[in-house]
């Protein structure tokens, strides 16, 4: 075991603070990672809070994680020592149900094992996550990054990035579609740049006047004001996939309806409420509103390439842990653009 500087939350009222931990030491397919950058994720917010329920105290929250590889176990292949490495929202699976086996971890039958918060497969304990100095993890969940990109600009592709890569990618959007992304945040700005680098006609969906200039900077096409109803009007029936990335309670119908017919929504926000949606605005127009979780490791790996090779990171805010709190009230405010990134340095 190794002793650990992390952060952490020792209950749901409590601010994040400096905290000590021991860490287990690589098992024979375990690499071990020295954190350089952690990125800051609203679920790790919820988490610490309890918002969702079932948080295990203390918690150290944290599942966009970027470092190097300062050990590795007897029978590792895929790293040694040196290698840039990345981990993100999964750290182990049950590798046997059929979702398993097909890549896709993060629906596993059995239950994922999350990065932070998450029940060890061996029952020894509860998982502490990226607030860290180091974390150690099966070769099989951890993941090769670029030397060629900002390695702060690369952790938020870690959760944000494969969140909006996924749904993009499984319902095959492309060339010629026309996409709304609706919400421009640490997921929406990340939706915008990878929508319009699979070559689809990108449309910012947004209640802030405020946001359309980033929106054009980020390489959206168009932007309508969904508080504008003559906007709202010019785009009923238009779209063929919108991307929901509000987690704040809105109405889902007034973006249904700007499907056109055999359109997608896919809701990547976690709302705090159900929504109401009647059943004539999918019937009417066979539209169809779906879910989409994260992503599996082949395709979190497919994510990374990706962004490497077209030079795609998020926009970030670099930040001391010590500032950890503050952080996450601007976050609950929207002032961050579009995502905070804690150097690891500063713990």
């Given at each position: 075991m190794t002793s650990t500087k992390a952060y952490a939350a020792q209950s749901a009222t409590e601010k994040l603070s400096s905290w000590t931990f021991e860490r287990r030491e690589p098992k024979p397919h375990d690499v071990e990672i020295e954190i350089l950058f952690c990125g800051v994720c609203h679920s790790d917010l919820h988490t610490v809070r309890n918002e969702w329920g079932g948080t295990q105290y203390p918690c150290v929250p944290g599942h966009e994680i970027v470092g190097r590889v300062t050990g590795v176990g007897d029978h590792v292949k895929k790293f040694k020592t040196g290698d840039l490495a990345a981990i993100g929202c999964l750290v182990d699976s049950c590798r046997e149900c059929d979702n398993c086996k097909e890549?896709?971890?993060q629906y596993c039958e059995n239950g994922m094992v999350g990065t932070y918060n998450g029940q060890e497969k061996d029952g020894s304990g509860y998982t502490f996550g990226g607030y860290s100095k180091r974390i150690v993890a099966h070769e099989d969940f951890v993941l090769t990054i670029s030397d060629k990109l900002p390695l702060e600009g690369i952790?938020?592709?870690?959760?944000?990035?494969?969140?909006?890569?996924?749904?993009?990618?499984h319902w095959k959007v492309g060339k010629g579609d026309k996409v709304g992304v609706v919400g421009l945040g640490g997921l929406g700005h990340m939706g915008v740049k990878l929508a319009v680098s699979f070559g689809a006609e990108v449309t910012m969906l947004s209640h802030s006047p405020s946001k359309e200039k980033d929106a054009q900077r980020l390489g959206a096409h168009k932007f309508v004001l969904t508080s504008d109803k003559e906007q709202v009007k010019s785009v009923a029936n238009y779209f063929d996939f919108i991307l929901d990335t509000v987690s704040a309670e809105h109405d889902y119908n007034l973006y249904l309806n700007m499907l056109s017919t055999n359109?997608?929504?896919?809701c990547v926000g976690a709302p705090p409420t159900p929504a109401q949606v009647p059943a004539f605005n999918l019937i009417m127009k066979r539209r169809t509103l779906a879910g989409s979780l994260i992503g599996g490791i082949p395709e979190t790996q497919e994510m990374l390439d990706y962004c490497a090779e077209h030079n795609i990171v998020s926009d970030v805010e670099v930040i001391n842990i010590k500032d950890i709190n503050e952080a996450y009230e601007r976050m609950l405010k929207g002032d961050v653009r579009y995502r905070f990134v804690i150097d690891m340095a500063t713990l």
């Open positions: 890549g896709l971890e952790a938020p592709l870690l959760c944000a990035g494969i969140t909006t890569y996924s749904p993009l990618r359109g997608k929504m896919v």
